[in-house]
Every structure is written in C-alpha cells, then in structure tokens.
C-alpha cells in the first residue's frame, strides 16, 4: 500500500476510532433533480483496468482508504480470533476433505471430480467406463499454484474424449482465459482464448470450440467459432449484440445437434442455432425478441422443445417446433400453461422429456414419455425440501440424476431409471465430525405481509431450543432476479443452530417461490414488497416467539444486500446486526452508470431512471445508500471484492464511509475489502471457510454470545 496522499481519510491518534472517508463534494443533475455524491471519490476513474489488474493500478488514495478499513476490522474482531479459528475447524470438520462426485457417464469414461487431503482445489477425473484405472485430467491445486486468486469457470471434454477445454480467472475479475489440454499427452496446446465469459461448447467432430468474449465493459457480446490450431485473432465472428442491454450466452442441445445462441436481459430473449455438425454454419433465428417474451431451447430427434412465458403463460409452458421454422407463429403447445405451477427448466433425452417445476414453493421433477405420453412426477413429503436436477452427459439414456436434501437432512444423489421409475442412492454427503439430524427440527411457516400475502419461512434450530423470545435468529433473504432460495443442508448453519441460533430463510417476493408473480410484485415498480416482506417475516419470528426484537442478524448478498440496505433503513430496531456481503446499495448511482458492466441489462429489473423520472424517483426512494439518515443503526459488517465487476467495491465502501458521518450510534460499523478477489469471495474451498468464520463471528458477537 502506498504511504503518500492519505488526505483522502482521518485516522484518530487512539486506535478504537474508525478511518473517516473525506467528503469531496460531487453533484449531478438528472430530470432537474440535484444528487449529490460527497464518497464518489471512491469510485476508480479506471475501474475498467483495476477490474483486470488487481490493486496493483488502483490510486494511491482508495487504496490507502480500504486499507485502512481493513485494519480497522481486523483490529475490532480481534477478540473473535479464538472463535473464528473454532468456527473455521468446526465447519472444516464437517467436510470430508478427500471427498468426490458421483462419475458422470459419457461414452466410453465416467468423468467427475474428487479432492485430496488438505487441498483447496478439486482434481478432474475420468476412469473406463468397463473398467480401469483412473486418470487426472486436471489438478486444480496445481495450476493454482502461485496465483493469490484461482477459479475455473468450466471443464469440457471433446466429443471424440481426446481434448479438454478448461478456462480460468486469476483476479477475481471473471475475465476467462481459455487453454486446451490434448489428453493423450497431458500437455497443453498452443490454443490461448482470452477475454471470455469461460464457456465453452464443443463441435460434434471435435476440431473447433465456440466460445463468449467480453468487451471492455465486461459485457459478453460476441460469439466466437474456433479452429483447434489457430491464433484467436483468426476466430470467426458469429453474432454481435448491438443492444447493451442483452447479454449473449452459448448452450448445446442434450442430442449434441445444435449449438444455441441466447440473447437475453431480465425480461426478453432471443435465441439462435447452430448445427454443430457442421462447421460452417450460420447462426438462424429462432425467434425474434419481444419485449416482456422469454423462452429457452432444447433439441431431440429433430424437434426443438421450447421452454416460454409466450400467449400469457406467465408461469411457463413448453411448445414445440421444427429447427428449419423461424418465428412463435410455428409453435405448438405441448405442456399447456396452468397458473401456481411454474416450470422452470426443461430437458429431452431420446424418449423422454423432464421438467422441473415448482408449486406451493415445493420442487418436483415430472418425466414424460415421449412414445406414449405416459407421465410421472418424483417428490417427496417433507415439509420443505431442496430438489436439483443433474440430468446426464447423455442423450440416449434412461437414467438421470438428481440430489434431495432439507435442512435437516444431507444431500444424496439418486440415479433414476425413468423407465422402470426406480431410484439408486449412488452417494449421501458425509459429515465427518457427525451429524444427528434427530437432534435438529426444519419448518415452513406462512408469515403475514402488509398487503395480506403470506411469505414463506424456511426455519431450522435445535430441538432444545428455547422458544420463548430468547433465541438469537439469523434470518436470510435476498428476493431478486427470480432466484429461489432453496431450503437445502448447509453444514455451515450448523454453526450458529449449535449454539442456540434460530437459522431462518425468508422466502420473500422478488424470488419465485410461489411462482413467476412473486418474482414481478418484487421487481422494479413494486420492488418495496422484497424489503416489507423481510421485514414482515422478521416481526413475525418475534411474535411466535422464535427470537426477539433486536436479537435477530439479517444477511443477504448481491442484490440481498441491497435487501439488507434497504431493512436497514426502514426497520434498525428490528435487528441486532447486519451482515451485507458484496451489497448491491448504491443502486441509483449505478443504475444512472450506463458504462458499467450489468446496467443497462438491468434496467428492465430495477427501472431505468435515465430515461424515465418515474424510475429515478422510485429507486431514489429506497436506495440504501441514497436513504442513509441520522438515526441509530444496528451492528453492520458489510464485504466486498477490488476486482467485483457485479458489485463494484467501491458500493460497500461509500455505503459504510457515509454510515460513520450519519449514524447516531457506536455499534459495530466495518468494512472489508478483499484486495485480490471478486464477487465470489475467496476462491479456495478452505479459504472461502474463513470468510464465512469470520462472518458467522460477527453475528455471534454481536448477539452477545460471544
């Protein structure tokens, strides 16, 4: 960290005082509306390049500014150091270390991972399908060797078995570096493909790759067909997406037919094909974008299924059509549309279709038939679970795969047979130091919200917990972009429920938990219903007598911690502490930034307050940052990442520098920056512990279990 030009901030001469972020007066006027911005300093001028370069390029001042947080919060949790190092072994403890996947079969090899003792990164494998010995395709621990950051996005092997494309992020940025391996002779070739989202999709002969670049704006906006051999330079441009407001992703039908183009933002979509047997092909329109229609594809025996919200279906329903017809008037409906029941992602094997969907907040999978329609759902009875679908490497397969768990019970993966309709538990996830899920109660209760909706409330604790209003509670909520959060088995949790902690999910509007209307009642013009609802589930927490006001710590991430911004504001007596990891809080600001990178996509979310004063005066109302007021606030410990391009750092940091000058208490107010990673966090498995130690000892403290 550099020494010089610290004017930005203020240390006190007695160290139990918090840096102070300098105000530099900064205002811009939209719609004849003044704001002013006195921590916009923080923002790099070069961001784009901090984005790939790490602190090294970062100015003098930030850098002194953060570092000065950091130290500030290494310094106030120093009396948690025991703890996080029991928290950290506790849940280390409860992770088979040398644990490995259940092999995946395609073709001839079954491919999976598994993790050695002590490693931070899991192996790739791959072993004879009749029999043999394994092969390491890729070492993560190796490659991460020397590098502060490492993450692989993606490992695809070649349809022909002989190559393996894999592609990593050494900053935390998310920019991806493609490399392929010839698995032959373990060496790497001269390919080299920068700049990339690090997908991959292979053609059927194996001798090309297409792939997603990135332009300075970390937008992915073109697709890119590689020849195996070449230089990129020589790659052939496919598709370019015009509009900053569309993403571009890359998909290949479960058959290995066709290869899809996706352009999308949070409402509209627009895909293209590709045959991948041949190379030479053009991308064709599936179906023109329209505003507010979405739809995804899949292919098999020469039919694309189509997964849509077209014609009103606004729960979704699946069509079909013939690849060689352009345009929905060729659509034909086959899983008709039925409101509540909300499909949400579909595959096609030879002679099945299976969909997962989602009623009454509950998961099921439902396989038909395609020979004779016959149709049949799994699900299971508890009163909350978590269902994933894994599907298989294979088109011509009777058997799929898919995981249970609850928030009692560990995860176990099933091999299905979706003929015989029968089910093979190939593994239960392992906890080490020992798990009773006997000792541990799961429920699922309907809070009241301000309008008469009731939110769902996903809770776990111990069965000897007191239920009388003592209880600290953890109450997790982030309701946005659709996402459900499922009531699945965290090992971390575990941690906090042990020492009397009422672990609770609120299922709040936003998400789609009770279908695709309570995504759109918590999204731009309605985007107040995510925040009331939390709210709502908390007061309702303290009326059943599951916890206290002020005994509950609230935490969200992303655009869950622009939720924890927001409850902040409206409701501080409500809770004891804040934990708002990499948060989405100065939402007006960004939104108003039509350079950075998930803007413009993000407007159809949270309103483009640019172009309209409507949406400038309805997210100037509730952005966290923009509503911070001289009022006492409850304990915050707010994350975030130098190289984020999601959520940019400099949000947590101008969020917590303008709390110090506001706020009207001396509860726990700190920041942290992680200087070398992104919005993910740490990349190790062991390292990402940490953090979540550190995170949990916040919430330990500050409920005075400590």
């Not at 020589?234 to 993403?247: I, K, Q, V, W």
């Not at 929905?328 to 099945?352: C, M, N, T, Y």
């Not at 206290?548 to 609230?554: F, H, L, Y």
């Not at 992303?558 to 708002?580: D, R, Y």
């Amino acid at each position: 960290m550099s020494s010089q030009n610290r004017s930005s901030f203020t240390k006190a001469a007695f160290p139990s005082l918090a840096p102070r972020a300098e105000k530099r007066d900064h205002r811009v006027t939209n719609h004849g509306i003044e704001l002013s911005d006195d921590y916009a300093w923080l923002r790099a001028d070069n961001w784009q390049e901090v984005m790939q370069k790490g602190r090294e390029v970062l100015d003098d001042d930030i850098e002194a500014y953060l570092e000065a947080e950091n130290d500030y919060t290494v310094k106030e949790m120093a009396d948690t150091e025991e703890l996080q190092t029991k928290l950290f072994e506790e849940m280390k403890g409860r992770i088979k270390e040398d644990d490995s996947s259940v092999p995946a079969p395609d073709g001839p090899y079954a491919y999976g991972t598994r993790y050695v003792l002590g490693g931070q990164y899991p192996l790739y494998v791959r072993i004879p399908r009749e029999g043999g010995d394994e092969t390491i395709l890729l070492d993560g621990n190796k490659e991460a060797e020397g590098e502060d950051f490492f993450r692989l996005a993606s490992l695809s092997h070649s349809p022909d078995h002989s190559k393996l494309a894999w592609a990593v992020d050494t900053k935390g940025s998310e920019y991806f570096t493609i490399r392929i391996r010839d698995l032959r002779t373990g060496e790497e070739t001269a390919d080299l493909i920068e700049r990339t989202t690090g997908g991959v999709v292979w053609s059927e002969d194996s001798t090309h790759l297409y792939y997603t670049w990135q332009d300075d704006n970390h937008r992915p906006s073109r697709v890119f067909r590689h020849k195996l051999g070449t230089e990129q330079s020589a790659d052939e441009l496919l598709y370019e997406e015009s509009d900053a407001g569309f993403f571009v992703g890359l998909g290949k039908s479960q058959s290995g037919n066709y290869i899809f183009i996706d352009c999308h933002d949070h409402q509209t979509s627009e895909c293209y094909l590709l045959s991948a047997k041949d190379n030479a092909s053009k991308p064709r329109l599936i179906a023109e974008r329209e505003t507010g229609i979405e739809y995804s594809v899949d292919e098999g025996q020469g039919i694309l299924y189509i997964l849509t919200n077209a014609d009103d279906a606004e729960d979704f329903k699946l069509v079909t059509a013939a690849p060689t017809m352009s345009g929905r008037i060729h659509w034909k409906d086959l899983v008709p549309h039925q409101a509540g029941r909300l499909i949400l992602s579909h595959s096609i094997f030879k002679e099945f279709l299976v969909w997962m969907e989602r009623e009454n907040g509950l998961p099921r999978i439902q396989i038909r038939s395609l020979r004779n329609g016959a149709q049949h759902a799994i699900a299971f009875e508890e009163e909350a679970y978590a269902l994933g679908f894994h599907g298989s490497l294979e088109f011509d397969t009777d058997t799929v795969r898919f995981s249970y768990s609850s928030m009692t019970t560990p995860s176990r993966i099933y091999d299905y047979n979706m003929s015989s309709r029968s089910r093979t538990l190939r593994k239960e996830q392992e906890v080490p130091s020992g798990h009773e899920p006997e000792d541990y109660v799961t429920r699922r209760l309907m809070a009241p919200a301000h309008d008469g909706e009731l939110v769902p409330v996903t809770l776990l604790y111990r069965k000897d917990t007191a239920l009388d209003g003592s209880a600290p509670c953890l109450l997790y909520g982030y309701g946005s972009y659709g996402i459900s959060i499922p009531a699945s088995f965290s090992t971390t949790a575990l941690s906090l429920v042990d020492r009397g902690f009422v672990y609770a999910i609120a299922h709040i509007r936003g998400g789609k938990e009770k279908g695709f209307a309570w995504y759109t009642n918590g999204k731009r013009g309605t985007k107040t219903n995510t925040f009331k609802d939390f709210i709502s589930a908390g007061e309702f927490l303290v009326a059943e007598g599951y916890t206290s006001e002020g005994k509950i710590v609230a935490e969200g991430g992303s655009a869950g911690g622009m939720l924890m911004g927001a409850v902040t504001n409206m409701a501080p007596h409500l809770f004891s502490g804040i934990l708002a990891i990499v948060p989405f809080v100065d939402v007006l600001n960004t939104m108003l930034d039509d350079t950075l990178p998930l803007t413009p996509p993000e407007w159809p979310e949270w309103g483009n307050p640019i172009a309209s004063e409507e949406d400038y005066k309805y997210i100037a109302a509730y952005s966290p940052y923009d509503n911070v007021t001289e009022q006492a606030y409850p304990a915050i410990l707010a994350v975030g990442g130098l190289t984020d391009p999601r959520v940019t750092y400099w949000e947590p940091a101008k969020w917590v520098a303008k709390l110090r000058e506001k706020r009207t208490d001396d509860n726990l107010l700190l920041l942290k920056i992680n200087m070398g990673s992104g919005h993910a966090g740490a990349s190790g498995r062991f390292d990402r512990l940490k953090e979540t130690a550190l995170e949990y000892a916040f919430a330990i403290k500050v409920s005075g279990k400590l």
